[in-house]
């Protein structure tokens, strides 16, 4: 009785020292983007971070629409996602404290090497997106309110085709993150529109490739701010602020420009 007596007592010290430790973790709670993650990039720069700071970043990743939903609730410390008009009317909203450019990549369109709207090589996306619609050719958006599907929307919007009267025909939207829907787009042979670093990073690519690229208008700017103790008090804000400084530092830029796959660079910083 004793023996299990002094156990217990033992047992409540141990968890006593846990639950102080995990309070005292240096920590913050990241809102980003599918895209973000599943290109790798928070493996890549996060180790990194933890090692100079030690401060230990967790990552909440999803969609850009979701992600600042979340910052709006308190549910995180850090915003970093790319969708540049809503995170300015976050900020202006009086959620964020500042918004900062961070880095950069661009839009592409992938399909099957079949290529039945016959796109490959097309430089204007709207003419893309056109041909993918008169031809019937199955579209695989994403429809999560991401940074991703915003801009596919006003791509859509700019090459004057609505393309929800054809939902369950050829446009099939999966609200899903952009690896999921690179899955579903390749399982279905549809095209789709993702950003490059996730689809450089992406690992079922099966007979697909990327078809159409390079226009400007496919530009995919990707900033940063901290969610504002004045509105969420319990945000760690020194901690935040300190990832984003290094983030935006000679250090924090370099490391993400030395992201690549296969040799190629998916991130390019251009913090002022």
Same mark, same amino acid.
């Given at each position: 009785?004793?023996?299990?007596?002094?156990?217990?007592? %033992?047992?409540?010290?141990?968890?006593?020292?846990?639950?102080? $430790?995990?309070? *005292?973790?240096?920590?913050?709670?990241?809102?980003?983007?599918?895209?973000?993650?599943?290109?790798?990039?928070?493996?890549?720069?996060?180790?990194?971070?933890?090692?100079?700071?030690?401060?230990?970043?967790?990552?909440? %990743?999803?969609?850009?629409?979701?992600?600042?939903?979340?910052?709006?609730?308190?549910?995180?410390?850090?915003?970093?996602?790319?969708?540049?008009?809503?995170?300015?009317?976050?900020?202006?909203?009086?959620?964020?404290?500042?918004?900062?450019?961070?880095?950069? !990549?661009?839009? $592409?369109?992938?399909?099957?090497?079949?290529?039945?709207?016959?796109?490959?090589?097309? %430089?204007?996306?709207?003419?893309?997106?056109?041909?993918?619609?008169?031809?019937?050719?199955?579209?695989?958006? @994403?429809?999560?309110?991401?940074?991703?599907?915003?801009?596919?929307?006003?791509?859509?919007?700019?090459?004057?085709?609505?393309?929800?009267?054809?939902?369950?025909?050829?446009? @099939?939207?999966?609200?899903?993150?952009?690896?999921?829907?690179?899955?579903?787009?390749?399982?279905?042979?549809?095209?789709?529109?993702?950003? @490059?670093?996730?689809?450089? !990073?992406?690992? !079922?690519?099966?007979?697909?490739?990327?078809?159409?690229?390079?226009?400007?208008?496919?530009?995919?700017?990707?900033?940063?701010?901290?969610? !504002?103790?004045?509105?969420?008090?319990?945000?760690?804000?020194?901690?935040? *602020?300190?990832?984003?400084?290094?983030?935006?530092?000679? %250090?924090?830029?370099?490391h993400i420009a030395g992201h690549t796959?296969?040799?190629? *660079?998916?991130?390019?910083?251009?913090?002022?």
């Open positions: 009785m004793r023996l299990n007596v002094a156990c217990m007592f %033992a047992g409540l010290i141990f968890s006593g020292l846990t639950l102080t $430790v995990q309070a *005292q973790e240096k920590s913050i709670f990241i809102q980003s983007t599918t895209s973000t993650a599943n290109s790798g990039l928070y493996d890549h720069l996060l180790p990194k971070f933890e090692a100079a700071s030690g401060i230990k970043a967790h990552v909440v %990743a999803v969609g850009t629409g979701q992600a600042i939903r979340n910052a709006r609730n308190c549910d995180g410390d850090v915003l970093l996602v790319h969708a540049k008009a809503a995170e300015e009317a976050f900020v202006a909203s009086g959620y964020g404290v500042k918004r900062f450019d961070l880095m950069y !990549n661009d839009f $592409v369109i992938v399909g099957p090497q079949a290529d039945p709207a016959k796109i490959s090589g097309v %430089a204007e996306v709207g003419t893309a997106l056109k041909q993918i619609a008169d031809s019937g050719a199955p579209f695989a958006s @994403r429809g999560d309110d991401s940074g991703t599907h915003k801009k596919e929307l006003a791509l859509w919007k700019a090459a004057g085709i609505d393309p929800e009267p054809a939902s369950g025909s050829w446009y @099939r939207a999966t609200g899903s993150g952009m690896g999921a829907t690179l899955n579903v787009a390749v399982g279905m042979g549809a095209y789709a529109l993702t950003d @490059r670093a996730t689809w450089l !990073n992406f690992k !079922n690519k099966s007979d697909f490739k990327i078809l159409t690229e390079g226009d400007a208008a496919l530009f995919n700017q990707y900033g940063v701010m901290l969610v !504002n103790p004045a509105k969420c008090p319990d945000v760690k804000a020194e901690h935040g *602020q300190a990832f984003i400084d290094w983030l935006l530092s000679p %250090a924090g830029q370099s796959v296969g040799g190629q *660079q998916l991130f390019f910083p251009n913090a002022k």
